[in-house]
Protein backbone atom coordinates (compact mmCIF):
# COMPACT_ATOMS: atom_id res chain seq x y z
CA UNK A 1 0.00 0.00 0.00
CA UNK A 2 0.60 3.68 0.10
CA UNK A 3 2.98 5.03 2.67
CA UNK A 4 2.18 5.89 6.68
CA UNK A 5 4.47 7.78 8.33
CA UNK A 6 5.14 8.21 11.94
CA UNK A 7 7.59 9.49 13.61
CA UNK A 8 9.73 7.55 15.70
CA UNK A 9 9.82 8.92 19.23
CA UNK A 10 8.32 10.44 21.99
CA UNK A 11 9.24 11.42 25.42
CA UNK A 12 6.61 12.80 27.29
CA UNK A 13 6.53 13.22 31.62
CA UNK A 14 4.09 11.71 33.25
CA UNK A 15 0.40 13.63 33.79
CA UNK A 16 1.23 15.30 30.60
CA UNK A 17 -0.51 14.99 27.09
CA UNK A 18 0.97 12.77 24.43
CA UNK A 19 0.39 13.62 20.80
CA UNK A 20 1.22 11.41 18.21
CA UNK A 21 1.16 11.97 14.73
CA UNK A 22 0.52 9.94 11.20
CA UNK A 23 0.05 10.98 7.92
CA UNK A 24 -1.52 8.98 5.22
CA UNK A 25 -1.49 8.91 1.56
CA UNK A 26 -4.58 6.93 0.52
CA UNK A 27 -7.11 8.87 -0.24
CA UNK A 28 -9.75 5.89 -0.78
CA UNK A 29 -8.95 4.67 2.84
CA UNK A 30 -12.33 5.50 5.07
CA UNK A 31 -11.39 3.93 8.15
CA UNK A 32 -8.05 5.30 10.29
CA UNK A 33 -7.33 3.32 13.31
CA UNK A 34 -4.59 3.35 16.92
CA UNK A 35 -3.03 0.38 18.32
CA UNK A 36 -0.92 -0.10 21.13
CA UNK A 37 1.75 -2.60 21.41
CA UNK A 38 3.82 -3.21 24.71
CA UNK A 39 6.75 -4.93 24.68
CA UNK A 40 6.10 -8.96 24.31
CA UNK A 41 2.58 -8.47 23.13
CA UNK A 42 0.20 -8.05 20.29
CA UNK A 43 -1.28 -4.82 19.07
CA UNK A 44 -4.35 -3.71 21.07
CA UNK A 45 -7.21 -2.13 19.12
CA UNK A 46 -7.20 1.54 20.60
CA UNK A 47 -9.90 3.70 18.06
CA UNK A 48 -10.61 4.23 15.41
CA UNK A 49 -12.31 7.22 13.05
CA UNK A 50 -14.26 6.90 9.75
CA UNK A 51 -12.88 9.40 6.73
CA UNK A 52 -16.02 11.51 6.82
CA UNK A 53 -15.02 12.73 10.52
CA UNK A 54 -12.94 15.36 12.44
CA UNK A 55 -12.96 14.22 15.40
CA UNK A 56 -13.74 11.44 17.44
CA UNK A 57 -13.00 11.73 21.81
CA UNK A 58 -13.02 8.54 23.81
CA UNK A 59 -11.67 9.02 27.51
CA UNK A 60 -8.58 10.10 27.57
CA UNK A 61 -8.16 9.55 23.71
CA UNK A 62 -8.68 12.53 21.07
CA UNK A 63 -8.41 11.04 17.90
CA UNK A 64 -7.93 14.42 15.01
CA UNK A 65 -8.30 14.00 11.39
CA UNK A 66 -7.56 16.65 8.74
CA UNK A 67 -8.63 15.18 5.40
CA UNK A 68 -7.34 17.72 2.84
CA UNK A 69 -3.84 17.37 4.87
CA UNK A 70 -4.00 13.34 5.32
CA UNK A 71 -3.06 14.26 8.70
CA UNK A 72 -4.34 12.09 11.83
CA UNK A 73 -3.18 12.45 15.00
CA UNK A 74 -3.77 10.54 18.55
CA UNK A 75 -3.75 12.56 21.79
CA UNK A 76 -3.35 10.96 25.38
CA UNK A 77 -4.44 13.22 27.80
CA UNK A 78 -2.78 12.72 31.51
CA UNK A 79 -0.33 10.10 29.85
CA UNK A 80 0.54 7.59 32.62
CA UNK A 81 4.07 5.28 32.63
CA UNK A 82 1.66 2.60 31.32
CA UNK A 83 0.62 4.36 28.43
CA UNK A 84 4.50 3.52 27.59
CA UNK A 85 4.74 1.48 24.34
CA UNK A 86 4.48 1.80 20.74
CA UNK A 87 1.74 3.33 18.72
CA UNK A 88 0.91 2.63 15.08
CA UNK A 89 -1.21 4.19 13.25
CA UNK A 90 -2.98 2.05 10.38
CA UNK A 91 -5.61 2.62 7.52
CA UNK A 92 -7.93 0.68 5.82
CA UNK A 93 -11.00 0.07 3.82
CA UNK A 94 -13.56 -2.15 5.24
CA UNK A 95 -13.03 -5.73 4.97
CA UNK A 96 -9.48 -5.40 3.55
CA UNK A 97 -5.85 -5.45 5.05
CA UNK A 98 -4.34 -2.62 7.32
CA UNK A 99 -1.76 -0.78 5.75
CA UNK A 100 0.74 0.32 9.24
CA UNK A 101 2.99 2.68 9.80
CA UNK A 102 6.17 2.00 11.66
CA UNK A 103 5.39 2.93 14.90
CA UNK A 104 6.07 5.67 17.43
CA UNK A 105 7.58 4.36 20.72
CA UNK A 106 6.30 6.41 23.80
CA UNK A 107 8.32 7.07 26.42
CA UNK A 108 6.72 8.30 29.91
CA UNK A 109 8.80 9.50 32.48
CA UNK A 110 7.87 9.73 36.24
CA UNK B 1 -7.56 -10.53 25.47
CA UNK B 2 -8.56 -9.95 22.30
CA UNK B 3 -10.21 -13.58 21.52
CA UNK B 4 -7.62 -14.63 18.76
CA UNK B 5 -5.62 -17.51 19.95
CA UNK B 6 -2.50 -18.19 18.30
CA UNK B 7 0.11 -21.52 18.97
CA UNK B 8 3.00 -21.78 19.47
CA UNK B 9 4.04 -18.95 21.17
CA UNK B 10 8.01 -19.26 20.49
CA UNK B 11 8.96 -21.31 17.55
CA UNK B 12 12.97 -21.88 17.15
CA UNK B 13 14.06 -23.80 14.14
CA UNK B 14 17.30 -24.26 11.38
CA UNK B 15 17.40 -22.87 7.93
CA UNK B 16 15.85 -24.58 5.49
CA UNK B 17 12.60 -26.02 7.31
CA UNK B 18 9.23 -25.86 7.74
CA UNK B 19 6.58 -24.73 10.40
CA UNK B 20 3.05 -24.18 10.71
CA UNK B 21 1.74 -21.46 12.92
CA UNK B 22 -2.28 -21.64 13.76
CA UNK B 23 -5.18 -19.12 14.65
CA UNK B 24 -8.23 -19.21 16.14
CA UNK B 25 -10.24 -16.11 15.43
CA UNK B 26 -12.80 -14.97 17.85
CA UNK B 27 -16.33 -16.41 17.67
CA UNK B 28 -18.10 -15.11 14.75
CA UNK B 29 -15.53 -13.63 13.04
CA UNK B 30 -15.57 -14.87 9.41
CA UNK B 31 -12.27 -13.18 8.36
CA UNK B 32 -8.59 -14.02 8.99
CA UNK B 33 -5.57 -11.90 8.01
CA UNK B 34 -1.94 -12.77 8.83
CA UNK B 35 0.88 -10.42 9.19
CA UNK B 36 4.81 -10.46 9.75
CA UNK B 37 6.39 -7.77 11.51
CA UNK B 38 10.26 -7.21 11.60
CA UNK B 39 12.95 -5.03 13.04
CA UNK B 40 13.53 -3.35 8.89
CA UNK B 41 10.04 -4.08 7.28
CA UNK B 42 7.84 -2.96 10.16
CA UNK B 43 4.10 -5.15 9.85
CA UNK B 44 3.32 -6.20 6.74
CA UNK B 45 0.22 -8.06 5.48
CA UNK B 46 0.44 -11.30 4.24
CA UNK B 47 -2.73 -12.73 3.12
CA UNK B 48 -6.21 -12.82 4.27
CA UNK B 49 -9.15 -15.44 4.02
CA UNK B 50 -12.53 -15.14 3.87
CA UNK B 51 -14.89 -18.08 4.98
CA UNK B 52 -12.63 -20.67 4.26
CA UNK B 53 -11.05 -18.60 0.55
CA UNK B 54 -8.58 -16.66 -0.12
CA UNK B 55 -9.58 -12.84 -0.37
CA UNK B 56 -6.23 -11.03 -0.76
CA UNK B 57 -3.04 -11.26 -1.20
CA UNK B 58 0.10 -8.97 0.13
CA UNK B 59 3.81 -9.79 0.51
CA UNK B 60 3.58 -12.87 0.65
CA UNK B 61 6.42 -15.05 -0.29
CA UNK B 62 6.00 -18.03 -2.51
CA UNK B 63 7.40 -20.07 0.19
CA UNK B 64 4.80 -19.04 2.36
CA UNK B 65 1.42 -20.51 2.00
CA UNK B 66 -2.42 -20.62 4.30
CA UNK B 67 -5.47 -21.73 4.60
CA UNK B 68 -8.81 -21.32 6.48
CA UNK B 69 -10.45 -24.57 7.38
CA UNK B 70 -14.06 -25.25 7.69
CA UNK B 71 -14.18 -24.22 11.59
CA UNK B 72 -12.81 -21.21 10.45
CA UNK B 73 -9.54 -21.43 12.10
CA UNK B 74 -6.10 -20.66 9.85
CA UNK B 75 -2.91 -22.19 9.11
CA UNK B 76 -0.04 -20.40 8.32
CA UNK B 77 2.70 -22.71 6.64
CA UNK B 78 6.32 -21.38 6.03
CA UNK B 79 8.57 -23.72 4.07
CA UNK B 80 12.38 -23.72 3.46
CA UNK B 81 13.02 -21.01 6.16
CA UNK B 82 15.64 -18.62 6.09
CA UNK B 83 17.29 -16.59 8.53
CA UNK B 84 15.07 -13.35 7.38
CA UNK B 85 12.36 -15.25 8.03
CA UNK B 86 12.80 -14.44 11.75
CA UNK B 87 10.26 -12.50 12.71
CA UNK B 88 6.75 -12.10 14.98
CA UNK B 89 3.84 -13.34 13.11
CA UNK B 90 0.09 -12.07 13.98
CA UNK B 91 -3.09 -13.20 13.06
CA UNK B 92 -5.92 -10.96 12.90
CA UNK B 93 -9.56 -11.41 12.22
CA UNK B 94 -12.66 -9.46 11.69
CA UNK B 95 -16.68 -9.80 10.83
CA UNK B 96 -16.10 -7.85 7.43
CA UNK B 97 -19.09 -5.67 7.48
CA UNK B 98 -19.80 -2.28 9.48
CA UNK B 99 -16.33 -0.77 11.19
CA UNK B 100 -14.59 -4.14 10.59
CA UNK B 101 -12.69 -3.37 13.50
CA UNK B 102 -9.51 -6.10 13.22
CA UNK B 103 -8.78 -7.91 16.80
CA UNK B 104 -4.58 -9.10 17.06
CA UNK B 105 -3.91 -12.31 18.25
CA UNK B 106 -0.77 -12.54 20.94
CA UNK B 107 1.95 -13.65 17.99
CA UNK B 108 3.92 -16.41 17.13
CA UNK B 109 7.59 -15.29 17.19
CA UNK B 110 9.85 -17.50 15.22
CA UNK B 111 13.19 -17.54 15.39
CA UNK B 112 15.52 -19.51 12.74
CA UNK B 113 19.06 -20.23 13.38
Known amino acids: GEDVEQSLFLSVREGDSSVINCTYT??????LYWYKQEPGAGLQLLTY?????DMKQDQRLTVLLNKKDKHLSLRIADTQTGDSAIYFC??????????FGKGTSLLVTP | DSGVTQTPKHLITATGQRVTLRCSPR?????VYWYQQSLDQGLQFLIQ???????AKGNILERFSAQQFPDLHSELNLSSLELGDSALYFC????????????FGPGTRLTVT
Open chain 2, 92 to 103: ASSVVGGTDEQY
Open chain 1, 26 to 31: DSSSTY
Open chain 1, 49 to 53: IFSNM
Open chain 1, 90 to 99: AESIPGYALN
Open chain 2, 27 to 31: SGDLS
Open chain 2, 49 to 55: YYNGEER
